[in-house]
């Protein structure tokens, strides 16, 4: 008999407990109720014990036609419930501060396609209970006051007030706002500044959401350049605003700033001596020379220079090799015509070079060199060919 009731109770273990169903989880900061200009928030996580199938589809959240939810974008979740892993994601839902009273949210329905312990596709509809809350007139825990809705900042860049005409005064200005549901914060008036000209950046807006609070703040970035020289004054600055949690007017301001700017101290003019002149205008000879020295004007008239100096010697081969030098420098075309300007004197001058002839003189070769013309000779033109083509 033991044996029948162990088995028994073996098989009992062995079955399959009840499969794991789908959860979803409501939380609030509105279970204890809600003060004037507090908002409300909401928290609807969706759980399933293996994995989603498909994105669920979550309501739309509002409680009449003037107060709709702003939702977050959806968070995943993989919590431990009784030791195993499960799915979920978390949407959170904000309402803007509401104005004293009782509030009911209605029930809705959220439809979840998820796969089973056995990987079988499932698909059921949970419920999204009602809530009912009431907004109070106090402000605060124990009557305290709410800290302000809007703030504003300022911070100079350069922080001294001793400036010079010229100058560039950078201003930045931080504008925060808390708690206002889609509300963006109000333009800074800035007013211009005699002796001045302004130059205002884009403001630059950014969006810090919390769990306890929602801040937009605004940023601007303002240039003064200065322009005069004197005292001068930034004007005071006043932001209006309306406080959505209390109704009540805010102003928040900053205070004016007074700065002392310099003129422009004139830099003295160094005078230039004789000798310094010199200088430069030797420097700017030097300079040139070199550069036409470099150029192919100047090897060439160098050249020239060292054949009239081998034509004084009167040596026959130094002569020779001289005058090869200086025609290579021109172009070929040139050349050739240089060479048959220079015909007699040329042959005669490498006859007292290689051959056998007797003294040899300078002077027709030097009269040759003076007479040249250095253009080349012009070839024979190509004459066009009238006859029509058969």
């Known amino acids: 008999m033991s044996r029948r009731l162990l088995l028994a109770l073996l098989l009992l273990l062995a079955l399959p407990t009840g499969a794991a169903e789908p959860l979803l989880r409501l939380e609030s900061n509105a279970t204890q109720g809600l003060h004037k200009g507090q908002r409300l928030e909401l928290q609807l996580q969706l759980l399933v014990p293996t994995y989603f199938l498909a994105a669920p589809q979550f309501p739309a959240l509002q409680l009449d036609e003037r107060n709709q939810a702003t939702p977050e974008a959806s968070r995943n979740l993989s919590p431990r419930i009784d030791g195993r892993s499960w799915a979920g994601i978390e949407r959170t839902y904000h309402f803007a501060p509401l104005p004293p009273g009782t509030y009911q949210l209605q029930a ?3 439809t979840v396609r ?7 596709p499932r698909e059921v509809t949970l419920q999204v209970p009602a809530l009912r809350f009431t907004v109070s007139t106090n402000q605060g825990q124990a009557g305290a006051p709410l800290a302000p809705q809007l703030r504003l900042s300022e911070r100079y860049s350069p922080a001294r007030a001793e400036l010079q005409v010229g100058d560039i005064l950078l201003r930045r200005l931080r504008l925060e706002l808390d708690d206002a549901g889609n509300l963006l914060p109000p333009e800074v008036p800035l007013a211009a500044v005699p002796g001045t000209r302004l130059y205002r950046n884009p403001p630059r807006l950014n969006q810090d959401m919390e769990r306890i609070a929602q801040r937009f703040v605004r940023e601007e970035e303002v240039r003064y350049l200065l322009l005069e020289s004197g005292e001068l004054e930034i004007p005071a600055l006043t932001v209006e605003w309306r406080d959505t949690r209390s109704g009540q007017l805010q102003q928040v301001s900053l205070p004016a700033r007074r700065l002392q700017v310099a003129g422009v101290t ?3 003019v160094h005078q230039v001596s004789g000798w310094q002149h010199l200088a430069l205008l030797t420097a700017a000879a030097l300079l040139l020379g070199n550069a036409l020295a470099g150029s192919i004007y100047g090897h ?3 050249r020239r220079r060292v054949l009239n100096q081998q034509l004084r010697s009167g040596k026959p081969t130094a002569v020779l090799q001289a005058l090869q ?8 075309a040139q050349q050739a015509t240089l060479r048959s300007q220079l015909a007699e004197p040329l042959r005669a001058l490498q006859a007292a070079c290689y051959g056998t002839a007797g003294d040899w003189h300078s002077e027709s070769l030097r009269r040759a060199l003076r007479g040249l013309s250095r253009r080349p000779a012009a070839g024979a033109q ?6 029509l083509n058969p």
Do not use: C, G, N
């Open 108 to 110: 809705s329905e959220i």
């Open 114 to 120: 998820y796969a089973d312990e056995q990987r079988e």
């Open 266 to 268: 004139a830099t003295p």
């Open 300 to 302: 060439r008239w160098w």
């Open 325 to 332: 030098h200086w025609l290579e420098s021109y172009p070929e």
């Open 382 to 387: 190509a004459q066009p060919d009238w006859r």
